[in-house]
Nanobody, 121 residues
Framework: VQLQASGGGLVQAGGSLRLSCAAS????????MGWFRQAPGKDREFVVR????????YYANFVKGRFTIFRDNAKNMVYLEMNSLKPEDTAVYYC???????????????WGQGTQVTVSS
């Protein structure tokens, strides 16, 4: 499975962005999809995951109520709608695909290249 993340950019605090992740080369609808992020000087961290059907989602506490993940299995796409962005959301955001509904990085077999999100204060 190849994953291509896009949609990052520079936004002011309080603003919004929508990240997209396009999948190809596999059975997208069978994968758990996750978004992770890595801020400068920090380890990569889990942000959110969504079940293969899209019926279940799980968010890290620091994005609850601000970020929304959804997927379109017909288009092999997963999205991350980010609202009320904060400077601390600045990071490279990665989409990932795996077979287990978990937030553990090691369970995600396929990774996109990352897209930079920068939130200015």
């Amino acid at each position: 499975v190849q994953l291509q993340a896009s949609g990052g950019g520079l936004v002011q605090a309080g603003g919004s962005l929508r990240l997209s992740c396009a999948a190809s080369g596999g059975t997208f609808s069978s994968y758990v999809m996750g978004w992770f992020r890595q801020a400068p000087g920090k380890d990569r961290e889990f942000v959110v995951r969504i079940s293969p059907s899209g019926g279940n989602t799980y968010y890290a506490n620091f994005v609850k109520g601000r970020f929304t993940i959804f997927r379109d299995n017909a288009k092999n796409m997963v999205y991350l709608e980010m609202n009320s962005l904060k400077p601390e959301d600045t990071a490279v955001y990665y989409c990932a695909a795996g077979g287990i509904y978990t937030d553990a990085e090691r369970s995600y077999r396929y990774w996109g290249q990352g897209t930079q999100v920068t939130v200015s204060s």
